[in-house]
């Protein structure tokens, strides 16, 4: 059974930083893996993506430039560098991976969704 643990989330100010990470637990191959968020009140949307050697990564548009997916196939961990933080950033984030990366770019992956981690940026 596949398990995503989502953590490093928390309290920042504007402008500030923080590195999300993912555990995968139960995957039998590095899929692509992606990030997503949801803000109260809006649905959830893609922010991230990464492929399976990690060599090429699709971001949102809202946060190009600013976040920074990576990967560590060797501990089954996908992690998202968060800088230049803004108000606007504040959701439950959330990874899950698909078998085809343009899936994982669609907002459409295939797993269960773990509980997530909240980030909260104050103005």
């Known amino acids: 059974q596949v398990q995503l643990v989502e953590s490093g989330g928390g309290l920042v100010q504007a402008g500030g930083s923080l590195r999300l990470s993912c555990a995968a637990s139960?995957?039998?191959?590095?899929?692509?893996m992606g990030w997503f968020r949801q803000a109260p009140g809006k649905e959830r949307e893609f922010v991230a993506a990464i492929s399976r050697s990690g060599s090429s990564a699709r971001y949102a548009d809202s946060v190009e430039g600013r976040f920074t997916i990576s990967r560590d196939n060797a501990k089954n961990a996908v992690f998202l560098q968060m800088s230049s933080l803004r108000p606007e950033d504040t959701a439950v984030y959330y990874c899950?991976?698909?078998?085809?990366?343009?899936?994982?770019?669609?907002?459409?992956?295939?797993?269960?969704w773990g509980q997530g981690t909240q980030v909260t940026v104050s103005s």
């Open positions: 899950n991976y698909h078998v085809e990366f343009s899936m994982v770019v669609a907002g459409r992956p295939f797993g269960s």
């Open positions: 139960g995957l039998t191959y590095s899929y692509p």
